[in-house]
Each structure stands twice: as structure tokens, then as C-alpha cells.
């Protein structure tokens, strides 16, 4: 996986993804964008129109957990592996982050 002309991923597809983006748990909660992205575990939040909350997750059982005990009325729960372009997001999240610094 390139950026910026950079390395920053070699390997397969599948490992690329298992490395750098964890997992996706989606769900509807009454829990504020906020409050989610201070979850353990949690890289990223977002809350769309629906009602739904897309959750980046370095450890899914972990946020899994503290979002059911945070919001015990949270359903439709899916845990997903991340695809190949969160997997980009955050490695180049990440280098941008590294470059910065």
C-alpha cells in the first residue's frame, strides 16, 4: 500500500486489514458522537441520519462491552472485520500523524 509515493503496508490484503483497522461495530444507541469516540477500544466514531453509529475499533469485544453497559437500549449490533479502505484511512492516518510530528 502506497502514500505519497511511501510505503506504508506490505502484505496481503487480508493482513493489511487485520493490522492496521481492527474491527467495525454498527449499531443504533442513544449514545452522543462523543460520548462514543471516548469508548475503550474506540479509534474512530461517526453517527449518520439514520440513527446509526459506525464505531472504529482496535478492540471490538472491548468497546462492545462498554457500549452495551453505557447504552443497555443499543440494538442492531454487526462486528465486522474492516475493509481495505479503513485499513487505508488509518495507515495513512497514521503516517500523516508520524510526518507531522
Known sequence: MLNRGRVIADGTPATIKQQAAGRQIRCRTRLSEAALALLPGVQRAALDAGGYATLMAADSDRALRALVAADESAADIEI??????????????????SAVA
Do not use: I, N
Open 80 to 97: 465486522r472485520s474492516a475493509g481495505l479502505e479503513e485499513a487505508f484511512l488509518a495507515l495513512t492516518a497514521a503516517d500523516q500523524a
